[in-house]
């Protein structure tokens, strides 16, 4: 179906080899060569009480979405567009929204590691590379089958994470001025499953943290706000009631939420678009 020569396929059998091992957080690793989405394949798989570990990565999602129902759609084998299933159930649920800060950090650090671009994150959850996205990942809160074990392996709640990168998308391919791609970035490797495996090992090392010390945001936090785009800077943010206000983003609170002094007072949120402002240099 796909034979851009410059694109190649994704081995499964290869990646596999290289994740799903004896004391691996991934037991399970699928390569689909289109669906239309792939949290969807995950929830359902979540749904019907598949224990955490399951990885879900297609070449193709026909119906990809981002966050506030946005759509996802990049060019078949151009990009890493998976999803993983989680089942943090030691963890407290007012600490499962880390998850969506802890995401980006490893696809960041992934990105630094093996691409050698200095990629950041930009709150809540997106990796950029000077103010141009990479990739974006979705997180969703699944509930486990009817009547299976609270807090078991495959009962309960589960988190279904979606992660999509940019990996060979091309200038005349981009789907708006900001998007950008680890090929346009002139990134170390072009490699899918190099950069996937990449991916998934920084994920495994940050979540079994975070997952040791109860979800404690102290494991993240250091990290974070070393590699974010966001805090210290001017921000415009649309809230999800249409809304928009203009401040400085200073920190993130105990519980994830972005703070931004404003000139009406201090803000937290748990939800909104941001866009940094470039500002002004003082005139010499």
Request: no cysteine.
């Amino acid at each position: 179906m796909f034979n851009d020569l410059d694109r190649p396929p994704l081995d499964e059998k290869f990646l596999r080899g290289r994740l799903v091992r004896p004391g691996s957080l991934w037991t399970q690793i699928d390569v689909l060569a289109e669906t239309p989405s792939t949290n969807a394949v995950v929830a359902a798989a979540a749904t019907a009480g598949q224990a955490e570990g399951l990885v879900v990565t297609a070449e193709y999602q026909s119906s990809g979405r981002g966050r506030l129902g946005r759509t996802w759609t990049t060019p078949a084998q151009s990009a890493v567009l998976m999803s993983v299933l989680l089942r943090p159930t030691a963890v407290e649920a007012s600490r499962w929204p880390w998850l969506g800060l802890l995401v980006p950090l490893a696809v960041a650090a992934a990105v630094r590691e093996v691409a050698e671009i200095p990629a950041q994150v930009k709150w809540p959850n997106d990796v950029l590379v000077e103010n141009r996205k990479l990739a974006g990942i979705l997180l969703e809160r699944v509930e486990g089958p009817a009547g299976g074990p609270v807090g078991g392996p495959a009962g309960g709640p589960a988190a279904v994470i979606g992660i999509g990168l940019n990996v060979t998308l091309r200038e005349s391919e981009k789907p708006h001025e900001a998007a950008t791609s680890l090929a346009l970035e002139q990134a170390a490797t072009t490699d899918r499953a190099t950069v996937l495996a990449a991916v998934l090992r920084q994920l495994a090392n940050r979540y079994r943290s975070w997952v040791e010390a109860n979800g404690d945001p102290g494991v993240i936090l250091p990290e974070y706000r070393e590699l974010s785009a966001t805090l210290g800077q001017q921000v415009r943010v649309e809230l999800p009631d249409g809304t928009f206000l203009t401040g400085t983003a200073r920190d993130l609170a105990d519980d994830g939420r972005l703070i931004v002094d404003t000139r009406d007072g201090v803000h937290q949120l748990a939800a909104g678009d941001v866009t940094h402002l470039r500002t002004t240099p003082p005139a010499t």
